[in-house]
């Protein structure tokens, strides 16, 4: 996909096609495999060294890659980075329709878990191999990023429960927001990528249930960015009547159109809070429960459990089969 024009051509196919069909196309995919065959012909217009391998990482990585998003790459040098490798292959991409961020590691990076780099690290459990020599790819995750991530397990998972909190304090901790952040506030799609973080270095997974839930949030924020042309994530009241409209909402005795659009928005949003919410609590040893065993039989003790419970304020948590 050579000519900015041409790129600019496939976007607006893709922009055409979503707004046909917002529900069946997932326009995120579209761009993410466009954006990869025109950063596959950069690659192949440098010289390939042994030892270097290029990933997409962050929403990309996951190919979420939305019309006003960044697109993020990683470039992983086994040994030291080489600058000129990393400034001719950044150079065709200056031009292109979306702010390319990257970062560049090696591997000896990885030999000490840093706090200041939590953030990166996130984006790394998302990552997505793109070119480059393929050992070297295998070796980042298996050998280094992985390996760091275990042995620092604790102030990890501790670092990504204060992130969650700091986010949700700037939201009052509360789902429901007049006009929500679509990526940030609490039950957007940051809280989704929370729970696959968490999954990906322990034993939790996912819920199935949520995709239909993180689904409807990809829908709206492609609406946002298409129609605004920016990063926009912010779900105003203007673009809440807007993408009503285009959904399909109409007005019903529940209430007028945007108002049935934003209700089936806050369900799913509380669903995946509740989702984010219920795994820290596991996290944190659920202190606002109180464990007891489910063959508990004797009357008096269980007349001094609900006393306790009572007593602390505290939710009888019978255990999990």
């Avoid at 819920?207 to 239909?212: I, M, P, Q």
Wanted: hydrophobic share 40%; charged share 30%; glycine share 6%.
């Amino acid at each position: 996909m050579g000519a900015p024009r041409d790129l600019q051509a496939e976007i607006q196919r893709i922009r055409d096609r979503f707004f046909a069909k917002p529900r069946g196309y997932r326009a995120e995919f579209e761009l993410c495999d466009l954006m990869d065959g025109v950063l596959l012909d950069a690659w192949n217009s440098v010289a390939q060294p042994e030892g270097c391998a290029v990933f997409a990482v962050g929403g990309y990585g996951r190919r979420t890659l939305h019309p006003g998003s960044d697109l993020d790459l990683l470039i992983y040098f086994d040994r030291e980075v080489e600058e000129s490798l990393v400034n001719k292959l950044l150079m065709p991409l200056r031009g292109l329709p979306f702010h390319v961020g990257h970062q560049v590691y090696q591997a000896s990076d990885f030999d000490h878990f840093e706090p200041d780099q939590v953030d990166s690290y996130t984006a790394f459990l998302d990552t997505r191999p793109l070119f480059g020599n393929s050992a070297s790819a295998a070796s980042f995750r298996r050998d280094r990023l992985n390996p760091l991530l275990r042995r620092s397990h604790r102030r990890f998972v501790r670092a990504l429960i204060d992130l969650k909190a700091a986010r949700y304090e700037r939201f009052n901790g509360t789902v429901f927001q007049l006009e929500p952040d679509l990526k940030s506030s609490p039950g957007g799609l940051r809280d989704y990528h929370w729970i696959l973080w968490i999954s990906r270095i322990g034993p939790e997974q996912p819920a199935k249930a949520l995709d239909v839930d993180v689904g409807l949030l990809h829908i709206i924020r492609n609406y946002l960015h298409f129609l605004s042309g920016r990063d926009q994530n912010v779900l105003s009241y203007r673009y809440q009547e807007r993408i009503a409209a285009e959904l399909g909402y109409k007005d019903s005795d529940r209430g007028e159109a945007a108002e049935n659009f934003m209700r089936d928005y806050f369900l799913s949003a509380q669903r995946i809070a509740s989702r984010a919410s219920e795994l820290e609590s596991r996290l944190l040893g659920s202190p606002d429960r109180l464990a007891v065993a489910r063959d508990l039989d004797d009357a008096d003790a269980v007349i001094d459990v609900f006393a306790e419970a009572r007593r602390n304020k505290l939710e009888i948590d019978l255990g999990i089969d």
